[in-house]
């Protein structure tokens, strides 16, 4: 059954260092997301990407955070300067098209920013 | 933000019973439902999709969604030692970005 990916499980990186997260959606969706569940916490939506642009983002999706669809399989969230509170499991989804609405989650990454 | 509020639980059952498992939420414009089961350190599972009231089964899964009081609800019948993990609900606008609930966590006792 097709699933997403997303690498690595866990990355540790030191405050202000740059982190990509990838993801590999499932092959023949159309629509990306982005979001992310700080321990404890509601899973919150951080961006949407559908046609190589960002369609919808949270107030959380500030400058520090971008996305990139860089060939046909990948879907990456790079955070610039890394913040002890970006310290949360991110997890990517995707959806097949607009008349669809059920999202399928990765398995996560597990980001701890020291 | 408030938006879909959801009992964190915990709640245990013995193996076999009828689990219901509830959220509430704020904005009569949400038109899809969802139910994810999320297992710990895991990536949430979707279980349930329904689109605006009514109810949805799914083998021992039932979801209900009442748009007049703003109720979403899971009913799990006969209930498996593997249904123990914690429940998120989810409402969305658009399809695109989604509010969850904080969970619930759910024990099955075999």
């Known amino acids: 059954e097709p699933e997403v990916t997303q690498t690595p499980s866990h990355q540790v990186t030191q405050m202000g260092q740059e982190v990509i997260l990838r993801c590999v959606p499932i092959?023949?969706?159309?629509?990306f997301y982005w979001y992310r569940q700080i321990l404890g916490q509601k899973v919150e939506f951080l961006v949407s990407f559908y046609n190589n642009e960002i369609s919808e983002k949270s107030e959380i999706f500030d400058d520090q955070f971008s996305v990139e669809r860089p060939d046909g399989s990948n879907f990456t969230l790079k955070i610039r300067s890394t913040k002890l509170e970006d310290s949360a499991m991110y997890f990517c989804?995707?959806?097949?098209?607009?008349?669809?609405?059920?999202?399928?989650f990765g398995p996560g990454t597990r980001l701890t920013v020291l | 933000q408030k938006e879909v509020e959801q009992d964190p639980g915990p709640l245990s059952v013995p193996e076999g019973a009828i689990v219901s498992l509830n959220c509430t939420y704020s904005?009569?414009?949400?038109?899809?439902f969802m139910w994810y089961r999320q297992y710990s350190r895991k990536g949430p599972e979707l279980l349930m999709y329904t689109y605006s009231s009514g109810n949805k089964e799914d083998g021992r899964f039932t979801a209900q969604v009442d748009k007049s009081s703003k109720y979403i609800s899971l009913f799990i019948r006969d209930s498996q030692p593997s249904d123990s993990a914690t429940y998120l609900c989810a409402a969305t606008f658009t399809g695109n970005q989604f509010y969850f609930g904080t969970g619930t966590s759910l024990t099955v006792i075999p």
């Open positions: 904005n009569s414009a949400f038109q899809y």
């Open positions: 989804a995707s959806k097949g098209g607009s008349s669809y609405n059920e999202q399928f």
């Open positions: 092959s023949n969706h159309l629509y």
